[in-house]
């Protein structure tokens, strides 16, 4: 393993957040300097969701000069007085709001795969930030299965380096996909994690730690983590990254203005439909309207397409940027299945980042298994609560639950994310039944293939082989799925997707989805960091494209002028020769 450093040895560039947190106090202490934009004039950018996609592209864009305006349906959070230690307690970091799912293999929706309030389902996330492989991005040109992305691994690189400097970053150096180090030096590993090590190491796997987004050191103003092991209900203390933190302070600074408890409903366009005008969204019982000149949804895999769907007209009869009826088609999970092993010592698996070992020794395709794609496994830390669902999973009911529960801390837990592959009747549509805001509750139908089937199944059997490795007195397993991504996909064309490579849609010149929902293929690496690097990258591409306007408009002023100045020598001159 190559030096890495620990603690604040280096600044992310053009994002001054770490230094704007408070040393002492976990909410946000610049609110009072965060822009306010009226409701009769156009903002340059209206973002829709508060959370890894919609605040990295608004921080981004503000740093340039746009005027920005972010609605979330959800509060403004304040780690001192909204989190607690205590699962139960956290519930509110969740969308749980009705949806309704279906399919040969439903989807259970809320806690493990949507968030709500300003940060996003990132305030509740493990932590994890792989990178995507090179492979995810030509998954049909290398596998015949999936779909190719419109852009590569290349292009998104230096986008996924900016971000694991801002967030930042611990890990030892990653010998997968595209070898890379990271920004902080990895965490140190709990005894849980290392039996589950013991095990890979009897079975020739590679494992390594982290990479996670959780400070190993001072960071700005944000304290080294200090293993409270809530992590999955929200960071007391600021060290677990998500863009509340990371993006928010910054953004505010530079003229981004976030409205909480503001509910969009639907996307106006203009008589043409060829532009949006502006968003509708409820607030505090009242439909409002705020203009824009371009809108960025970033509501993620169920929201997005929601609001696209309910955002008709008469240009859209079937949905916003719809023509080609793939709005909310292709909608991805991963297989997530869980084995638990017991052992004498007792193991305390939560005092420690939830995800601190892992490998990706079965990420590609390898023919010899019987399926395409693969699988990343990692230690998992449930909390009491969710330990408990785990038991009553594997059939265990009265004094065999109490039991298990007693014997909690002698418990460790390995989790595998299967790439399970996109289908287009794996989707989100819109059902009759509305909700508290008056739009139809989204359906979400999802139906596992063939070969989504057998990668699970082989997973399940690596996991159970590694803990016979390590002497595990005991199994428990539970099947579960994580990470919705899909049903707004970018691709090549519009028959192919429902936004291009730069994420604006087909069909609505000034309309653009980043989050998620754009992912082509679901990878089997956690979703947050290719999240944060493509909106990261629109960024760049939205700049760009205003400073090529703004010098197409200034050569044509200037030609203009140039004319006018022609025209009026010649005419100054006809006028002396008349004279004469």
Known sequence: MSFMHKGSFAMPKDNDSPFLLDRHKRGLQNLDRMARYPKNAPVD???????????????????????VCVLEKGPFWDPDRDWVSDEKGSSHLYWTDKRIIGGDDPVEMGKNNSGQGVGGSMTHFAGYVPRFHPSDFEVRTRDGVGADWPISYWDLKPYFERVELELPVAGQDWPWGDPHSYPHAPHPVAGAANRAWKGAREYGIEMRVGPVAITNGVFGNRPHCIYRGFCLEGCKVNAKASPLITHLPDGIEHGVEVRAD?????????????????????????????PADAVAVCGYAIESPRLLLNSTSARWPNGLANDNDLVGRYVMVQGATQVAARFPLELRMYKAPPPEISSEDFYETDESRGFARGFSIQTISPMP?????HVLADGHWGAALREYMRDYNHWSVLGVLCELLPAPDNRVTLADERDQYGMPIARFDYTQGANDKANIAYAKKILQEIWEGAGAQDQLTIDRYAHLVGGCRMGFTAEDSVVDASHRTWGVENLYVVDGSVLPTQGAAN????????????????????????SRSARGARRRAGAARWIARTHAGLSRGRGR
Not at 385 to 389: G, R
Not at 540 to 549: D, F, N, P, Q, Y
């Open 45 to 67: 950018l209206l973002i829709v969701g508060a959370g890894a996609g919609g605040l990295v592209l608004a921080q981004r864009l503000a740093r340039a000069g746009w005027k």
């Open 262 to 290: 503001s509910m969009a409903v639907r996307i106006e366009v203009d008589a043409a439909g060829d532009r949006v005008a502006g968003v509708t969204y409820m607030h505090d019982g009242r439909e409002e309207f705020q």
């Open 385 to 389: 609560i969710e330990w408990a669902a």
């Open 527 to 550: 979703p947050a960091l290719v999240i944060m690097a493509l909106a990261d990258r629109c960024a760049e591409l939205l700049k760009a494209k205003r400073s090529a306007r703004a």
